[in-house]
């Protein structure tokens, strides 16, 4: 038996908080919040303990029933992780939202899950109620940001906080009980809820310990949101299960805070995603020259492929290597990662961890040979494979067959057992026949120095089924002329191939990501074709 696990209790608060607490923790530093403003405030696992039991504790007054869903729709600030943990222990299912989200994002999410409640801030209150008559099953709303309860239905985190008791038992819950909700979009259709459950646990645990080289007398930062699956497996559960101590930042992207940050905490694993990177790629190498980074020892990414022009430049200007992996919210952890010890391929996923068996099938279902693209799969049965689509069974019924779950990715594995990304199914572009990678194209444009991002897609074409059509942002003073466009086209066909090679080049100001950094290549094409691009909820700003 996994030593998380005492008397078959599975429950991710428990195991975040309470055991920690009984397994000599209590007063060690859970959390260092660091404010937008600077301002550090400790917690130890003790505090998040009592103040995850207030809330178990508060929302039993409400009414609220296990199996419920609950939802956060806050920045990152304590008060989610209290939420977040409490709400597992009272064995309610704690979705996460953006807090940047819009009415419609919020309603397709809220009416589809049927949500009981929700905690929020007082400025995001009105969104909330010109959907409200929509949501009949929305029966309250928590605000963190006001001293008394406002209004029918409307109630002060405080003082809820305040009359709730700090002491909590929490009733044993078996490792398939519900546990926590992120919603996915795909290339078509509405966001899907994709539901957990506490068993995911063993897994965020032991990727955190194992793939992500964690150990207790670690500093950790994890800079996803917890509104994305990463934020909750990485910057909550997978951590905190293991007793380490995290470094949690309320502000926005500034290179030299950042690295400011890592000096003066002296953070010692750092999981972050590619645009980040990517962004802080095209500062000035002279900005690191400052700063004390020793006690890093190693960088991890998620959330889309990272370029290898990428992790070339955290070897060269930070020293440090950097780590891909790959996991989607439906897996719930990593299952295919680069990782300390591992020799590491420039642009590969890596390799499967121990749990997981992992194969490219072809459409028909049969295994195809190396260094062939088919269709990335997984053998079903991991721990923190997710239980259905809420409200949708058919179609995760239509994602697993034969045993494998069909993750939607095209990749190949090579001879040596490393798998490469290729892209989405319905991203691979089929041009004369041939498959090209958009990652690959994209890839190879980031080694222009004009380039500052790209996003490449493929669109139909009569005579070649489908054209590469290629998106660039570019540098300041930098605009598309005809010698930077047949730049652009000789570099990949020599690149990579005359195939490959892009019909056309489009400059804008952004390619469009969603939150978890991830091009949203269906945007670029529907933007090119005339059409509507469809849920772009989780899209950055």
């Known amino acids: 038996m996994n030593e998380l696990i005492v008397a078959g209790q599975y429950n991710i608060g428990h195991i975040c908080t309470t055991h920690q607490c009984k397994s ?4 060690k530093t859970a959390m260092r919040w660091v404010s937008a403003h600077h301002e550090r405030t400790d917690y130890t696992f003790g505090d998040l303990d009592a103040a995850s039991n207030r809330f178990a504790n508060l929302l039993d007054t409400l009414g609220v029933l296990p199996g ?6 806050l920045p990152k600030m304590p008060e989610q992780f209290f939420a977040f943990l409490g709400t597992l222990k009272h064995r309610t299912i704690c979705g996460t939202l953006f807090s940047n989200f819009g009415e419609d994002a919020l309603l397709d999410r809220l009416s589809d899950s049927k949500a009981t409640g929700i905690i929020t801030k007082k400025s995001f209150l009105r969104k909330i109620k010109r959907i409200w008559p929509q949501l009949p099953e929305l029966r309250f709303v928590i605000l963190v940001d006001i001293d008394e309860h406002s209004e029918e239905n409307v109630y002060s985190y405080k003082q809820l906080m305040d009359a709730a008791s700090a002491e909590w ?20 259709g509405k966001p899907k809820g994709a539901l957990h459950a506490h068993r995911s646990v063993l897994l965020q645990n032991s990727t955190t310990r194992d793939v992500l080289a964690v150990n207790s007398n670690d500093i950790y930062w994890c800079t996803a949101d917890q ?40 953070i010692t694993v750092w999981y972050t995603a590619p645009t980040a990177l990517r962004m802080l790629m095209r500062e000035s190498p002279e900005l690191y020259a400052p700063f004390d980074l020793s006690s890093l020892r190693h960088i991890s990414s998620v959330g889309e492929p990272l ?18 992996t790959w996991f989607q919210t439906e897996t719930g952890g990593i299952l295919i990662p680069n990782r300390p010890g591992t020799p590491i391929r ?8 121990d749990e997981i068996e992992a194969a490219i099938l072809s459409d028909d279902g049969s295994q195809v040979g190396v260094n062939t693209h088919g269709n990335l799969c997984i053998k079903s049965g991991w721990s923190s494979m997710f239980i259905t689509y809420i409200n949708n069974q058919e179609k995760y019924d239509s994602r697993f067959r034969d045993g494998y779950y069909y993750t ?23 041009t004369s026949g041939h498959l090209v990678s958009p990652f690959e194209v994209e890839s190879a444009l980031l080694e222009l120095d004009e380039i500052v991002e790209s996003g490449v897609v493929g669109v139909p074409d009569d005579l070649l089924f489908e054209k590469v059509i290629t ?9 598309i002329a005809p010698e930077l466009d047949l730049k652009i086209k000789l570099h990949i066909s020599n690149r990579l191939s005359s195939i490959a090679a892009p019909h056309e080049v489009i400059a804008i100001e952004k390619i469009p990501k969603n939150k978890s950094g991830k091009i949203m290549r269906r945007v670029l094409k529907a933007w090119y074709l005339g059409l509507d691009a469809g849920d772009i909820s989780t899209m950055e700003d």
Do not use: C
């Not at 994305?228 to 805070?257: K, R």
């Not at 998106?471 to 605009?479: E, F, K, N, S």
């Open 24 to 27: 000599g923790l209590k007063d």
């Open 68 to 73: 419920d869903i609950f939802f956060t729709f």
């Open 169 to 188: 038992t929490t009733a044993l819950t078996p490792p398939e009980t519900p546990s926590v909700l992120h919603y996915t979009s795909g290339s078509t």
């Open 227 to 266: 509104g994305w699956v990463t934020g909750t497996s990485y910057g909550i559960i997978g951590p905190w299960s293991l007793g380490v101590t995290q470094v949690h930042f309320g502000g926005v992207y500034d290179a030299s805070v950042w690295m400011d940050l890592i000096q003066t905490e002296r």
């Open 307 to 324: 370029n290898p022009e990428v992790m070339v430049w955290g070897e060269k200007i930070l020293g440090k290597k950097i780590y891909d």
């Open 346 to 353: 420039h642009g590969s996923m890596g390799k499967p961890i």
């Open 408 to 430: 939607g990715d095209t990749a190949y594995r090579d001879d040596d057992g490393y798998f490469w990304f290729v892209g989405r199914s319905d991203d691979v572009i089929n």
């Open 471 to 479: 998106y660039v942002a570019l540098r300041d003073g930098i605009t």
